[in-house]
């Protein structure tokens, strides 16, 4: 029999409803919780550790999801033309910053239990939400190109032909979301996107040199060629890698719908540091194993993505290069599946229909439309013959690295916000570290633009 | 399965393991925070910037297909 719903009283803002009728959704995640209540009154190593392993999630996958195809093809670019040097250690400092953004949706998730196109909406406007959801949309769209054309290149190496490509990613993309249950979503989801740390053997037998990658976190050295314009843009290049706005919205909305709350923001902290960490690995490892075509001066400029597979065979041999390939295949399928669902969890936000990955399909059939929709006319585009996929490759990395200082400051509004957060605002250090990693992009997007604009300021 | 739960009182445990705002038909309505001028500056400044910033974008990879 269903509780009907009193009239929110409102404190300071904010309105707190009584008991309410259940929803499929609300018993899918009630089971999932009650998993989690059990462990936590009864504490023991093993059961900390239990915990540990159903709390994570939401941050592991939106750091290997941005670790997506177009991503592993910058540091793989990195690695052929800059070889072991400046980048490792820029690499882990890029993921330092993605780090302290992605905790901030942690809290903000965990505390008001709104995704973030939704907060925006409710702090800010209406129409700041649409803008926010339209952004994300449109670049998600973009992004989605660049992980089927990822996808196609690494099955490609096989001899699969894109439209196979393009269909079996989208059966895949199906099947997981026919679940209809966040929690087998989410594990399946892991499942592929801890595949990315192939690149780590891959690396091994690629037999990088000990000494040049001491030497190179220690000293940030070599940088060959010094400061130029390709340089700066594979750094806009490399921070597009790891810090990008779908993170915020699918990570926030992510921890909504796995149903965290204020007791999990720990492990959600856990979560989002081991994600980085095994991320930072995985771009490390990649950058190593291309630096081997720098070491062999060649020419990787207009490479795409199998090319490195086919190129890198006399360094790390056939089972090298069907395993690399493979990882361009995984990193777009796994950042397909995440972006296309940040899109739709956006969408129901903002058009507050049911946004869950535990509603059914007669419940929530836009958002799960939107999934499919994203994910298949972006799969679509690149099977379309003279599609400007060049031009929609080089775009979307740097579009990302410029996009996301309003995304940040959306962010750090929200994540101050007393009234919302109450006591798990910001502090001061965040503060510093959040408003830093905002200047520092912004002033690489002025930079950017400034070379776009007077190309001749800096050598080629 | 879930249908023969929600109708009747053995769903009742859910409620114990799910805060009130986790619940599909109650979450937190938050009210529209106050929006001062400097805030409103800054939210259109930043959205001019990203438009600038997407032009010249543009602008980059035309001209590096020129080249």
Partial sequence: MSVVIKQPKKIGGVSHPKRSALKEEDLKRARDRRRIHTLRSAKSRKNSLKLLWLLVGPGILVMLGENDGPSMISYATTGATYGVGFFLPFIILTFTMAFVIQEMTVRLGARTKHGHAELISARFGKSWGLFAMIDLIVGNLLTLVTEFIAISAGLGFFG????????????IIIAITMSRRYWTWERVTLGFALCNLIFVPIAVMAHPEPSQIVSAFTT?????????????????????????????????SATVDKGMTTEDIRHGRIDTALGALVAAIAAIATVLITSQLFTHHIDTSNFQGADFAHSLMPFIGQTGATLFALGIFESGLVAAIAISSSSAYAFGEITHRPHSLNNSFREAWPFYAVILLAAGIAGSLILIPHAPLVFIVLIVNVIATLSMPPAIIFLLLLVNDKEIMGAYVNKRLGNIFGIAIALFLIIVGITFGVITVFPHLLKT | ?????????????????????????????????????????????????????LLLVIVQVVNSFDQ
């Fill in chain 2, 1 to 53: 399965m879930y249908e023969n739960e929600l109708n009747n009182d053995s769903s009742s445990w859910a409620y114990d393991v799910l805060e009130t705002d986790q619940l599909s038909s109650s979450k937190l309505q938050f009210k529209q925070r106050s929006m001062n001028r400097k805030l409103s500056i800054l939210l259109w400044g930043l959205r001019l910037y990203a438009i600038v910033m």
């Fill in chain 1, 220 to 252: 940030w050295n070599p940088l060959p060629g010094g400061i130029t314009a390709g340089f700066l843009l594979l750094v806009m290049s490399n921070i597009g890698a790891t810090v990008t706005p779908w993170m915020l919205f699918f990570q926030q």
């Fill in chain 1, 160 to 171: 699969i032909p894109p439209i196979i490509s393009v269909l079996s990613t989208l059966l």
